[in-house]
């Protein structure tokens, strides 16, 4: 592909053993990582493409329609492909899964308690894939809906994705986009365990409630396009009005 807008070719699908419409998926995604384009920004046309990688127009259709899929990027009928991007209220609702019941989603809101660089611990360690040696931006905040607190949250962010972000003097509430267009980690999927639990002393002066009260404890994992685990989050949410809502795509 010499004289092409970029320089990024196709591995041999006899060493690969891999189909070619993965090949292009896989070289498209690299070079949104490498932001060759940036999130929101419009990817060349199927045409363009095709011509680039030396492959069918058929072949990039089913490409993009797979990184669609994997929400890397978001087709528009009629206008064309764009880099997939956590604006402040995609971030918000889709990644904030706490309802308050009987009631329609509202807007709810972060109150950032405390950030420090420190050690991490076991439990960050093992979630994130870290050396002991490695150190973390610890984050806590308290979410409220309705006025009324709703949930409190831990944060462990891996100090070499993250680097002085325990210096900033405003960090938003919405973090996925923050993170994707202060420091080019784009959020692409969570995994959340949930279980019950009772809340300490420490949660019940956190969120207003007594001690002994049930909460839902969600410890989540995020991780990047590029496959990298880059935040670990421990959140404790009242369960007396309020309830952990899902959907599956």
């Not at 019950?196 to 994992?221: F, H, Q, Y």
Request: charged share 25%; aromatic share 8%.
């Amino acid at each position: 592909m010499s004289n092409s807008m970029f320089d990024h070719k196709l591995s041999s699908p006899s060493l690969d053993f891999q189909p070619l419409y993965l090949q292009v998926a896989n070289s498209i995604k690299q070079l949104i990582v490498k932001r060759h384009w940036l999130p929101g920004e419009a990817l060349p046309s199927e045409f363009r493409l095709a011509e680039e990688f030396n492959v069918s127009q058929g072949t990039v259709r089913k490409a993009l329609n797979l990184l669609t899929d994997n929400k890397i990027v978001t087709r528009r009928q009629g206008v064309g492909t764009f880099v997939s991007e956590h604006t402040s209220q995609d971030a918000l609702f889709r990644f904030f899964p706490l309802q308050a019941d009987g009631k329609s989603d509202n807007s709810p809101k972060a109150e950032l308690l405390s950030v420090e660089l420190c050690s991490a611990p076991a439990e960050a360690i093992k979630a994130l894939q870290l050396n002991k040696k490695d150190k973390v931006t610890k984050l806590v905040r308290r979410r409220s809906l309705n006025n009324k607190f709703c949930m409190s949250e831990t944060i462990y962010l891996p100090q070499s994705y993250f680097p002085d972000i325990h210096k900033s003097s405003d960090i938003p509430h919405t973090l996925y986009h923050y993170y994707q267009s202060e420091f080019n980690q784009t959020v692409h999927k969570t995994q959340d365990s949930i279980k019950a639990v009772l809340a300490t002393i420490d949660d019940a002066k956190m969120l207003a409630i007594k001690a002994g009260d049930p909460l839902l404890l969600v410890s989540r994992i995020t991780e990047s396009i590029e496959g990298k685990r880059i935040e670990y989050r421990l959140s404790k949410c009242r369960s007396d009005h309020y309830h952990y809502k899902i959907e599956l795509d």
